[in-house]
């Protein structure tokens, strides 16, 4: 009996504290944009991971510590990145005048996104954001490929997991997302 996967579909991989681990991070968000088949919006979502991740290093990963990113499709149609870092700090929108030395990629995630937010998590934060997709009847027929778990070769630390099907009803708030236990904020994106 050949049986299909159901939604919400989830893989995760981790990054050391690096610069290097930005680029990594997008082609992650890529391969599986691809191997879900997920067409559109996939360079909204790539550059939202850049910002993303950016921010991470910049603001919330302490020395010696890394970041994971969370990638979810969710029965609602929605594709959802989330990272998560143990820093401390709530990211935030900074004002246009403010913005001439950086700041700007919550901005461009506000801008892109159809939400975002950042909710709790011990310790630090869990940044994320969400886009509304188009995704084929059985975007998971490429799971059983989605990764080996073993640590990968390259220098930005990367670890997958193999990617899980989780339905709600075996979902803790520790692994389905769609809002963490302890919201900061959630946030419309697309403001003028």
Known sequence: M???PELPLFR???YRRTMRAIAPAREFVRETLK???IESRSRDIALCM???TTNALRHGVPQGRGFLVHLWLLESHTFRIEVHDSGAGCPRLLPPEAMAD???G???VDMLAD???VGERDPGKVVWCEFAV???RNPAMNSAQAGSGKVSSESSGEFESRTRMVRPAQATSRQFPPVPEKLLFRHRGRES
Request: avoid cysteine; charged fraction near 40%; hydrophobic fraction near 25%.
């Open 50 to 52: 850049s910002e993303l």
């Open 106 to 108: 919550l901005r461009i």
């Open 35 to 37: 191997r879900w088949e």
């Open 12 to 14: 995760k991989r981790f």
């Open 2 to 4: 050949n049986e299909q």
């Open 115 to 117: 939400t975002w937010g």
């Open 102 to 104: 950086g700041g700007r």
């Open 134 to 136: 188009d995704y084929p």
